[in-house]
């Protein structure tokens, strides 16, 4: 793959075993070969994080981390790929904020900003900056990325997150 092809980052979480892959990292581990396999080349993986579900429900807590990838394919492309990922694994979007075995959620693609896209396309994430189990794993990565809307990096959104947000560190 081309070294100038944008930075993408794309969150990658769970909070229900896979009956093929069982534990979301032995999900994780499955998705990555089968977006590696599509032509997404991953880059870099930040270590595995334990939250709570957001809103607070009865849900099991995810396991969550982030991926820095590089891809050839449009944005678009690149959601569809990533949901036709999370559909091998039993993944239907419906109700908002369900329990799911896999959850690939593309928080930037380079500089992009996208609203309204194709596939419901929203980049930057809309949600990205309110999330620590997001903003943890990511200052792994590229704590220096800048939202191309707020201006912000992602150390700098980290500093501003609302208090309250648990999350513990598992390792890889």
Do not use: C, K
């Not at 769970?14 to 032995?26: D, E, K, Q, Y």
């Not at 690149?78 to 979007?93: K, P």
């Not at 959850?103 to 396309?121: H, N």
């Not at 943890?136 to 201006?151: F, K």
């Amino acid at each position: 793959m081309s070294p100038d092809l944008p930075q993408i980052f794309v969150a990658i979480g769970a909070n229900l075993a896979s009956p093929r892959f069982g534990t979301p990292p032995g999900s994780f581990a499955a998705a990555l070969r089968l977006l590696g396999a599509d032509g997404v080349e991953i880059v870099r993986v930040s270590r595995w994080y334990r939250s709570p579900p957001l809103p607070p429900s009865a849900q099991p807590h995810y396991i969550n981390g982030v991926i820095a990838v590089r891809s050839g394919h449009a944005p678009e492309d690149l959601l569809s790929r990533l949901h036709r990922v999370e559909g091998a694994f039993g993944r239907v979007r419906g109700e908002r904020n369900a329990a799911r075995s896999l959850d690939l959620d593309l928080l930037a693609y380079g500089d992009a900003v996208i609203a309204g896209g194709a596939g419901g396309l929203e980049v930057p994430h809309p949600r990205l900056s309110e999330r620590a189990f997001v903003l943890l794993p990511w200052a792994e990565l590229s704590p220096a990325w800048r939202h191309p809307l707020s201006g912000l990096t992602v150390a700098e959104m980290i500093a501003r997150l609302p208090p309250g947000q648990e999350i513990e560190v598992l390792g890889r």
